[in-house]
């Protein structure tokens, strides 16, 4: 049985001090082992957040990384900083950083390299647009996000270590959510092309999220789908929203 795995993406959103109020004002509600609960605050949040969280269930994540170890990268962030601060998750290719900010596949290929090398889990992020939907060509356009992230990336560490996340881009912020057999076919359908990549075993073991205005009221349907593995969730992770989708049962 795949542990579902829920994730909070707070954006660009908080201070230091304000992000601290609202954590210490939820995290012992969300502080459970029945599913894995992350937290991807603001890089300027990690080194507060890595002392608030030690000896806490819930997981600190970052935004995004970047795939070199150190040097002339102005702005940049190293996957050994990260890990250095106690940084489980990284999500890559979030939609955002692709339209953006330029994100390419091969940077999030590079990116989830990096971070699997130190044994951190990048938590893909692969999505059609809604002219992508309407003119049927979603498949297609998240079986080629999928390979491109995965390439050159050995068996042992997608199954130990890799999260996808399906988030349709024109579900992300807007209020409209995938319908439940929507985002399940897609989930399902990225689990295949892992299959096919790899092997069962490997499919088996992967946790793909659903992602795009997931709230209380949505999140028990989409997460009792059989591919659907856990959320990563944005607005609502900023409200005390993240403890009921949480604790969702
Ligand atoms: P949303 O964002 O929940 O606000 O739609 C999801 C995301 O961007 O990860």
Redesign the pocket.
């Known amino acids: 049985m795949r542990k579902k795995i829920i994730a909070g993406?707070w954006?660009m959103n908080y201070t230091v001090s304000q992000g601290e109020d609202f954590l210490l004002s939820i995290i012992d509600t969300i502080n459970t082992d029945e599913v894995d609960v992350v937290i991807c605050p603001n890089f300027t949040m990690l080194d507060r957040f890595s002392d608030l969280l030690e000896g806490k269930k819930v997981k600190l994540g970052s935004q995004n990384v970047y795939y070199e170890p150190k040097g002339a990268f102005t702005g940049e962030t190293s996957p050994y900083m990260l890990q250095a601060l106690n940084v489980k998750y990284c999500i890559v290719g979030?939609?955002?950083r692709r339209t953006l900010f330029g994100e390419t596949d091969e940077m999030v290929n590079n990116k989830a390299k990096a971070l699997l090398e130190l044994d951190m889990s990048p938590i893909i992020?692969v999505g059609e647009t809604l002219e992508q939907r309407n003119s049927g060509e979603m498949f297609d356009v998240v079986e080629k996000q999928v390979k491109a992230a995965l390439k050159d990336i050995d068996k042992e560490m997608v199954k130990r270590n890799v999260v996808i996340?399906y988030?349709p881009i024109w579900?992300?912020?807007?209020g409209v959510t995938a319908t439940s057999d929507e985002a399940e076919d897609m989930c399902k359908f990225i689990r295949k092309t892992v299959l096919n990549l790899y092997d069962k075993e490997t499919a088996e073991c992967l946790r793909v999220q659903y992602?795009?205005?997931?709230n209380p009221k949505n999140a028990a349907e989409i997460l009792s789908k059989e591919d659907i593995d856990g959320a990563?969730?944005?607005?609502?992770?900023l409200k005390n929203d993240f403890v009921s989708i949480v604790n969702y049962e």
């Not at 579900?171 to 807007?174: D, E, K």
């Not at 992602?211 to 997931?214: E, M, R, T, Y």
């Not at 990563?232 to 992770?237: D, I, N, R, T, Y």
């Open positions: 993406n954006k979030h939609s955002e992020c996340a988030e579900a992300i912020g807007t992602g795009g205005s997931v990563l969730v944005g607005g609502a992770s």
